[in-house]
């Protein structure tokens, strides 16, 4: 029995959440699902984003799987993903763009995994105003050797275990010498410890340009907070959109899977809401789990689904009439 927090999320979260938690119990993996919540719904009840009982969940379970939720743009708190990534120091952000047969791309033969160092960089929340009149702000972007050392040995890691050939370190230390810098110069290092693995590196903007042109020349991808956070949705551009992609949150005793794309308040209660994307990342939520048979079949039955694309919803095929939760029962009908 594994227990896991479950928060469903704002917006279209719980639907999904409710489809991707039905297709994993279908499985017959047994999960104990502990229910938290967090978000503006949270924020809104308890006054506070994250509430003391969801992170006693996380902390004990020390695992979760996490709907989308909403922050605010540009005030009120700050991103929840943010917080909880510091504080289970959750510092490898996992994200696989593979090109679905079913899904119109320019591409068919995507197949690139970003890892984002999630835990330093810009997104430290290390920002001030420097005038009274707030007319002039700064933010410190911090890098550290420990934190580039084990983002960086974790993409190795992961291409060694998956049978990846190539691992690209992304970064900008043309101009930023010392910040980047120091993040390249530690990714050469820990290359030396991978013979078998090729090592290339690029320059943030050839990388996105490289990306549209040709995206088969990459395959293991490893960068900076930022600029991860921005390859992630390029790559998920190139397959189809943010609805197929998956996250994973990876520290070295705690583990948040979620679907990295926004709560869709637009579409919320209308059942057209694609579950791909956090089906998926249950399925990386199982292997993680040591749970990989299930894992697979969970894979196999999706990419079914999508291929076919008779039971998807309406972004996937434009004539569809199914909805979320349709789509749901089809990939536990092809289970």
Known sequence: MHNVTLIKGDGIGPSIMDVAVKIIDATGVKINWETAEAGLAAFDKYGTPIPDETLASIDKNRIAFKGPLTTPVGEGFRSINVALRQKYDLYANIRPAKTWKGAQ????????????????????????????????????????????????????????????????????????????????????????????????????????????????????????????????????????????????????????????????????????????????????????????????????AVEKIVEQGEYVTPDLNPDSKIGTAEMGEAIISAL
């Open 105 to 300: 791309t320019r591409f068919d033969n995507v197949d690139i995994v970003i890892v984002r160092e999630n835990t330093e960089g810009l997104y430290m929340g290390l920002e001030h105003y420097l005038t009274r009149q707030k007319d002039v702000a700064e933010s410190l972007a911090v890098i550290t050797k420990e934190g580039s050392d084990r983002i960086v040995d974790y993409a190795f890691k992961y291409a060694k275990e998956n049978g990846r050939k190539k691992v690209t370190v992304c970064h900008k230390a043309n101009i930023l010498k010392l910040t980047s810098g120091l993040f390249l110069e530690t990714a050469r290092e820990v290359a030396k410890r991978y013979p078998e693995i090729v090592f290339d590196e690029k320059i943030v903007d050839a990388t996105c340009m490289h990306m549209i042109m040709d995206p088969s020349q990459f395959d293991v991808v490893v960068t900076t907070n930022m600029f991860g956070d921005i390859l992630s949705d390029l790559t998920a551009g190139l397959v189809g959109g943010l609805g197929l992609i998956p996250g994973a949150n990876i520290g070295s005793d705690a583990a948040l899977f979620e679907a990295v794309h926004g709560s869709a308040p637009d579409i919320t209660g209308k059942n057209i809401a694609n579950p791909t994307a956090v089906i998926m990342a249950g399925m990386m939520m199982l292997n993680y789990l040591g749970e990989s048979v299930a894992a697979n079949k969970i894979k196999d």
